[in-house]
T-cell receptor, first 115, second 111 residues
Framework: EPEVTQTPSHQVTQMGQEVILRCVPI?????FYWYRQILGQKVEFLVS????????KSEIFDDQFSVERPDGSNFTLKIRSTKLEDSAMYFC?????????????FGDGTRLSIL | QKEVEQNSGPLSVPEGAIASLNCTYS??????FFWYRQYSGKSPELIMF????GDKEDGRFTAQLNKASQYVSLLIRDSQPSDSATYLC???????????FGKGTHLIIQP
């Protein structure tokens, strides 16, 4: 069964450094998403992306975050100047469309640890 | 502010019994409703989705939706120890909106 793949599985970065998290969505999917989950808390929406532009973003997705689809397969999340509170699991998800019967499928996540 | 509420548990159910998980949501405009299972340290795994009032069955799982009461539930029949996990209720407002998740219910199936 096709799946969303994310790399790396674990990223350790010094505070203030830039980090790029990578995702390969399911090949026929058109909508891409990033979520984060701080340890012990709920999954929170960051941003959705369609047709090479941001569709929606949450309050969390401020100027330090950016997303890009640099080629036909990868979808990246960049955090420009990381802070301690950015430590979390980051999940990429994709869906065929936005109809009710086209659910989002999640990757295994990247655990980001900011020191 | 969209909210999704779930009882965090833990909910302890004997093996072979029916586990009943509940969820309420605040936004009446919500269109689609999802149940994800999350094992500790892992990603959410889609179990079921529902968008029409009533029941939807898939194997041992039944999702129930009542839009008038803004209530979604998940029933797991013949519960197995492998069903022990956190079950996340998620709500979609439509379009390319992200999902709004509840905090999840921790389910423990006792052998």
């Amino acid at each position: 069964e096709p799946e969303v793949t994310q790399t790396p599985s674990h990223q350790v970065t010094q505070m203030g450094q830039e980090v790029i998290l990578r995702c390969v969505p399911i090949s026929n999917h058109l909508y891409f998403y990033w979520y984060r989950q701080i340890l012990g808390q709920k999954v929170e929406f960051l941003v959705s992306f369609y047709n090479n532009e941001i569709s929606e973003k949450s309050e969390i997705f401020d100027d330090q975050f950016s997303v890009e689809r640099p080629d036909g397969s990868n979808f990246t999340l960049k955090i420009r100047s990381t802070k301690l509170e950015d430590s979390a699991m980051y999940f990429c998800a994709s869906s065929e469309g936005t109809q009710s019967n086209q659910p989002q499928h999640f990757g295994d996540g990247t655990r980001l640890s900011i020191l | 502010q969209k909210e999704v509420e779930q009882n965090s548990g833990p909910l302890s159910v004997p093996e072979g019994a029916i586990a009943s998980l509940n969820c309420t949501y605040s936004d009446r405009g919500s269109q689609s409703f999802f149940w994800y299972r999350q094992y500790s340290g892992k990603s959410p795994e889609l179990i079921m989705f529902i968008y029409s009032n009533g029941d939807k069955e898939d194997g041992r799982f039944t999702a129930q939706l009542n839009k008038a009461s803004q209530y979604v539930s998940l029933l797991i029949r013949d519960s197995q120890p492998s069903d022990s996990a956190t079950y996340l209720c998620a709500v979609d407002g439509g379009g390319a909106d992200g999902l709004t998740f509840g905090k999840g219910t921790h389910l423990i199936i006792q052998p």
